[in-house]
């Protein structure tokens, strides 16, 4: 699409919507067919100038090259690109990393041993090999090590990338005697990623238009949004519950060792998908202090004082309504670093049935917007 045919569907959807309200993505259409839209992630910035810009990637899978982005937003954006590093990188330093509790002799452990089974080990450098292979589009590994700087070599030498904050992690495991499972997409594998834009406007606060998202998305998708700005960020019309850390437990079942993501999707399908988790929300001077590589990175950071990653899960029925976030002094400071290792071992590990602490409030969500 040129740029004139792209500002001309920007202008017919200006009119309807408010003008203080700042807006991101929407669908992905391929002539009369819809991209299937696994997830969706947004960077916002609350500039000091009335304006809201907005950096938006979507992932996608489909075939689909003469597809158009259809964004309503509230005024004549600027519009630039962005690059996919910069969303890489930004998720990969405020994922969610929970630290558990050492495994006790009741509980079963259920993954790695029946993939060892499979597979001779092969000693590289200190770090046991323990089980090579692909499922779908990824290639896999299944090591362990005495040593942890060896075992991060190891890695690092074979383009699973180890940042430095992930080091004294990796140290705790292997002082556990924990095996690690790692996944890389193999080399005729791709996503098929747009290209990010970039997007300025006139604007009060961020807004994500979720209804248009509807039509090309799938259930439970994931929704990322990044909000740089001089406070942290909370949901205007959605609800902010917490994840406590009593209802994570341990699973071996699932990939990433605990059942984080279900008491997510089961916290927000209390409130009918609305609602997002704060997973992250810092001063940039501590997010800095994650030593970001890329450019804009640093140069968001070093411009705004504050950063919040909010969380989401959404299915298409769901989205009804459009959620907005605005700027609030008073919250506490959220780190992604989860320390579960004092929780009761037993319970963690599911020797010792618990009922999950999942919060609900009815009286948190506003009726209508």
């Known amino acids: 699409m040129s740029q004139k045919r792209f500002l001309f569907v920007l202008i017919l959807l200006i009119g309807l919507l408010p003008?203080?309200?700042?807006?991101?993505?929407?669908?992905?259409?391929?002539?009369?067919?819809?991209?299937?839209?696994?997830?969706?992630?947004?960077?916002?910035?609350?500039?000091?100038?009335?304006?809201?810009?907005?950096?938006?990637?979507i992932?996608?899978?489909?075939?689909?090259?003469?597809?158009?982005?259809?964004?309503?937003?509230?005024?004549?954006?600027?519009?630039?690109?962005?690059?996919?590093?910069?969303?890489?990188?930004?998720?990969?330093?405020t994922d969610p990393i929970i630290v558990s509790p050492q495994m006790p002799d009741c509980a079963p452990i259920a993954v790695p041993m029946s993939v060892m089974a499979d597979s001779e080990a092969v000693q590289e450098g200190g770090v046991e090999v323990l089980a090579s292979g692909t499922a779908g589009p990824f290639a896999y590994d299944v090591v362990t090590s005495e040593d942890s700087e060896a075992l991060i070599v190891w890695?690092?030498?074979?383009?699973?990338?180890?940042?430095?904050?992930?080091?004294?992690?990796?140290?705790?495991?292997?002082?556990?005697?924990?095996?690690?499972?790692?996944?890389?997409?193999?080399?005729?594998?791709?996503?098929?990623?747009?290209?990010?834009?970039?997007?300025?406007?006139?604007?009060?606060?961020?807004?994500?238009?979720?209804?248009?998202?509807?039509?090309?998305?799938?259930?439970?998708?994931?929704?990322?949004?990044?909000?740089f700005a001089n406070e942290q960020a909370i949901p205007m019309n959605y609800a902010h519950p917490i994840i406590a850390d009593d209802s994570i437990r341990g699973d071996f079942m699932q990939f990433g060792g605990t059942n984080y993501m279900s008491v997510v999707d089961q916290t927000v399908d209390l409130y009918a998908g609305r609602a997002f988790i704060t997973e992250y929300a810092q001063p940039t001077t501590i997010f800095l202090e994650q030593f970001p590589q890329d450019k804009l990175l640093k140069t968001l950071a070093n411009e705004y004082r504050y950063m919040t990653r909010l969380f989401g899960r959404m299915s298409p029925e769901e989205m009804t309504v459009d959620p907005s976030f605005e700027l609030n002094g008073n919250q506490q400071n959220v780190d992604n670093l989860r320390n579960l290792s004092n929780l009761d071992p037993e319970i963690f590990w599911g020797c010792e049935e618990v009922p999950l602490n999942i919060e609900y409030d009815p009286d948190v969500v506003p009726q209508g917007f």
């Open 155 to 227: 890695l690092n030498d074979n383009n699973y990338r180890i940042t430095d904050e992930m080091r004294p992690l990796i140290a705790v495991y292997t002082d556990e005697n924990m095996v690690f499972l790692a996944m890389k997409l193999q080399p005729e594998q791709g996503v098929q990623d747009i290209q990010p834009v970039v997007m300025t406007y006139e604007a009060d606060y961020p807004t994500i238009p979720i209804r248009l998202t509807a039509v090309a998305a799938i259930p439970n998708m994931s929704i990322y949004t990044w909000v």
């Open 19 to 57: 003008l203080s309200v700042a807006s991101a993505c929407g669908g992905l259409f391929c002539q009369n067919t819809a991209i299937n839209q696994q997830a969706e992630r947004i960077i916002f910035t609350v500039n000091n100038d009335g304006t809201v810009s907005a950096y938006v990637q």
């Open 59 to 93: 992932n996608y899978t489909g075939s689909a090259p003469d597809f158009s982005w259809v964004v309503p937003v509230p005024s004549v954006p600027e519009v630039d690109v962005a690059e996919m590093a910069t969303f890489n990188e930004i998720q990969l330093l």
